[in-house]
């Protein structure tokens, strides 16, 4: 039944699955691999899973920006989770095999430049192919075709492999965040740590618009985390903006610039307001003075009693 | 009775006067000439009045300063009406003096520059002494310590003097803009064509203070109409902003302004909406699009639709 | 000779004569006190005198905006020294009278507002006349119309009166600055505390037509100390607008944002860089990063060697 | 030799090699396919090759990013031109195979949703598996594991297929942007249609860094084309941005504004000015009034003047 599934993008034993495996509620779902991060959503959207668990950044796996684009268009869907996982590589290989036995390696092409010092040091000789997803690139080694794959070391025991060598990363402190997805519901009560995501389209080719959408961000103390332009689909430089934001959309000031974006943009797509991973509530930055839901209330009986002459 | 007494900035016989006439209420008023700005308002915020009319940009004679000075401290007043009148001098002499009988000319300091190239023509010879009004010019001729003064036509028959010549003025176009200042109360209601003036203190020193300012209003599409600083009496280099912005305080877009400032600045004085004077209502700009309050509307409904997950 | 006269704003016995004789050279030059602000900077315009000094700010005898309007049109000028004075009344009588003898007390027109809080407790029922300056007060009160003035106490020798009382200003702090006025030159070496004065003319009735001009100073990193609209004299609502920046024309981040107004506006009257009164080097808040002359150059370094393709 | 080789993201048969063989030039070169963009870019910046072709925007092969972060670190390279190619799918099949005897489908996971709609019209029950590249999965269709595979049509030939059915895209217009990359020299002169490409790191994290950056351009009135945000691999949430602008290093407006970053910014990586592809010099528009070579020429005199005290 669809409440108690979840999808992601496979296959199994990728990076998306070990995500999906932290969240405390997966160990009660059914979590259905899906070839695809387009896959993945149109099972929610089609209401044959309640939830499904994507790479939206700095993934190692791809799907990234195909998590972008498929969330900015099709049926509404919002954003309920976010889970953040730090990358590290494991040398997958047959059992017995040993670093000297390996001619042939394999992974996922995003991988390949994350462990391409790594293979000049240790491995100088060894012929690199691709293969369609790290996960898949275990698979092939299983088979045969390849001696060695970069993955995961939790997809070993999926693929009957051993992890040769671990925590293999050109780039410290490398981390994939994913997003848990749904159909729209009423966003989870603010945390005080939070995060609101949007798509903004902007209006016509003119110059100076982006500047107008941050001002409408900043004018209010609204601050990006994250801002990513897409194409559009039509054609070369029309380009749609991915915005992560902080704050809740019941935070007034995120409100007043959501409503700011909504007037002067053709058309704004809310994703979700949701709990930020990993920040702990001291960590947060205060919000600019004039900007908290206080100085809000406040300027509204001012602007009230200004309206009525009782001043 | 207060409630049917003007004053207005004195001596009779000022441009002042002349403006606060053009108002049909006048009629039916009690009109007070003032000393100066603080006591025409003086008198309308201890209830001696209810309104004074009070030049406040490019006068002739002065007391332009003085009024925005003293609209911005004090007990709240408010700005009701506005009344632009057309600037030219009449030469005022005793009756039977002719041009060539002219050694001593009079008027305001202010009127000086507007009126020095016709001087220059017509009596180069002529000393000029600065009078404290130019209705106290026209008076000192008439008790005959000066020969002839620059003061407005209508001031002649009040000192029992005779227009030599009429229609002086250096700038072609020059005109000045007074207010009908009253206790506050409910603004009138919105006619389209309308004007909203405040006082901004600018919080701290902060380089960009003004340039915030400016965004709370750019941002949402009001248009500001003048923006002067003034000294807030703390000492060179500490200001307020005297600002007149194109709407009203029940425009959605000039209300969301005020209240940005209410939030940002240590100080915002609401000081009216009122009708423009002399716009008629299809010279109006176009509010900028997604600024109209049917845009406010859409926008505030679609976020409730986002606070409650139906979209 | 007029390389040995410098005009000042008169009569004698004003503030800006006494803020005249503060500068070391006045004591070498003949002070010729004018009729008004124009009267004195014509003369230095016409070649009788080598300079004139003018308040400019925050007077207490008015001429401030006919300063400001005088620089932004005619022949161009150019600013030289700035003087800031503190302000204090003294209330100036005829040898021998008391406090409880005065009936009458005169005074420029703008003093008052800053007397008034003096005048209501210690002279609740003197009657207050305006005089064309407070010098002119004075000179009324020693011919017998009024029995007290309030004016510098510098004046009271030159109008053979006393000072009844001193120190009277209502505001603290209050303080009037004077510039010293020449025909254009090359400026002075730069100190590291200087002041840029510059008139900027907006080009269209374009609502963010100021925005635009402050952005090219902060973009630059420019602070502005001062900005004030002056009417054009082209009707209500057109204005231009006079500016003092912090740092000289030949800072390099002075220099691009001017260069930049320049481009954008179709008229900018460079008034000249002159070192801030009373500003101790130490005082001067540091640049922002970036807009230093080193970051300056720098930057232009890489820019040549990038359009040379070595880098 | 080097200097007659290009290399190309690979395999033989990609868009990428299709749109580098519509560059005059790669008639009398060696072109050589890569594994991957790293790959294609380091035998550029290791001598063995004159230039690389790559994907750089709105890929059907993946590829995008891992140019964008390729080209922001490493030894300096840069752009000389642009290559803007129509993309449009074939099936490609073994010859004899008729579109009911299609039960499997291939090609890279960027293609699939491009193509999805047109296979749930025509083959409904085919099953899909991602491929590393479109012509690996022509490849792998000749070795007979899958039946059909989507790529370019002109990959039929290399790898002996035929395309079964062609001009298959979901999204009308869909283009793919390319660039030919090289070691720093001199950029081409200007076309009066040029682009010239940046990355730019954000100094810290505050708040209005990116509003920042954008002014820089803004004031100068350089318009951006694509703007898009890379990690820079210290962790979530630390970006660079990677910036396309409308004009030449050489025109006046985009060194200053280039200057202006290289200021603010600790990092600018300047990536080539080149001609834009598809536009003609008549479909460019304007520049900016005040933002011509001539204005800033006419400013630069204008300041030199002022400095000199010569106006």
Redesign the interface.
Known sequence: MSATRYTYLGPEGTFTEAALRTLPEAATRELVPM??V?AALDAVRGGEAAGALVPI??SVE?????TL??LAKGD?L?IYREV?LPIAFALLVRPGTALKDIKTVTGH??A??QV?NWLGTHLPDAL??????NA?GARLVQEGRYDAAFAGEFAAATYALEPLVTEIHD?A???T?FVLVGR????AAPTGADKTSVVIWLGDDH??A???L???F????V???????R?T?????N?CFSVDAEGH??DRRV??A???L???CPQ?R?LGSYPRAGVALEDVRAV????SDG??S???D??AR??????
């Open positions: 070839v695809s387009p950044e700095n791809g799907g990234v920006t195909a684009d498929e509404p919002m953040v092409p995003v390949q430049p391409r690199w192919e691709s293969a369609a997803s898949d780039a402190n490398a981390e965040r729209p519901a009423r966003p110059p100076g982006l500047l107008e941050l001002q409408e900043a004018v209010r103390g601050n990006l985390m994250r801002i990513e332009s194409p689909g039509q054609g070369i430089g380009y959309i019941t409100g007043e959501l409503m700011g909504k007037r002067i704004v809310f600019r003075p004039g900007t100085a809000f406040a300027a509204s001012w602007l200004c309206q009525d002459g009782r001043f």
